[in-house]
């Protein structure tokens, strides 16, 4: 398979090398300062999108333009999702999408939802998120905390949204964001009443995680169109 990749940061780097264990090609590297067009996608296979939130959707675009199937993991774009996603229905594009890309975090979203289930006939406990990532993370609160948020509002008749660092109501999730040096990404979903606490934690030791989940996913895209997600990957045994 020939990749090309869109970013070529920590995590860039990081699929690189995966990638090429996995016996695949990189075809093209590009940064935030890279100008690219559709004609340098012409050897492309698949498209594997970690940049910034600022070049995300060109990068899309530019994919949806050369007919490459792309596989998004940047956050922090989502306001443009709908008309990304119309796009690629429209013209039968193939675009894969997660707020994280790591095996262990989408089980851990699983999880989530189904702890979320378990909890709502019990008001008693109130339930909020924290996600700690490095100080180099430009969104905040980061997409997979978003997720589990999100999640949680969807299941638990009381909650009906969130706040990032404020004050909340009683029908709100609070997701606490800090940003520390050297920490891949924390997350954890507690549940806390006057006689106990219910946590739920995912920790990141190292980006390989999200590193093989996005070459899994880059994999899956082949001969698929629509719009994907990591639960496709995972739970699609067709």
Known sequence: ???????????????????????HQIVLKTNSSTLFSPDDLYETDVAIEFSTPKN??????????????VVVG?????????????????EERTLLHATNFSVGVNLFFEMNKRLAELMNPY??????????HHTEKLDAPSGTAITLAEEVVNTLDLKKGWKNNKE???????ITSKRLPNVPGTHVVK????????????TAKSREGFALGAVLGAEFTLKR??????????FCFE
Request: overall charge negative.
């Open 168 to 174: 909340v109501k009683e029908n709100e999730v609070l």
């Open 191 to 202: 549940y806390d009443s006057k006689i106990d606490t219910i946590e739920i934690t995912h």
């Open 1 to 23: 398979m020939k990749i090309a990749l869109l970013g070529y940061g920590k995590m860039g780097k990081a699929i690189e090398k995966i990638a090429i264990e996995r016996g």
């Open 123 to 132: 008001p008693q406990y109130n339930v909020d998120i924290e996600e700690i």
């Open 74 to 90: 940047t956050t922090g774009w989502y306001k443009d999702f709908k008309m990304i996603s119309e796009r690629c229905i429209k």
């Open 225 to 234: 169109k629509g719009l994907l997600t990591m639960k496709d990957v995972l």
């Open 56 to 69: 995300a959707v060109y990068n899309i675009m530019t994919c949806f333009e050369a007919n490459v199937p």
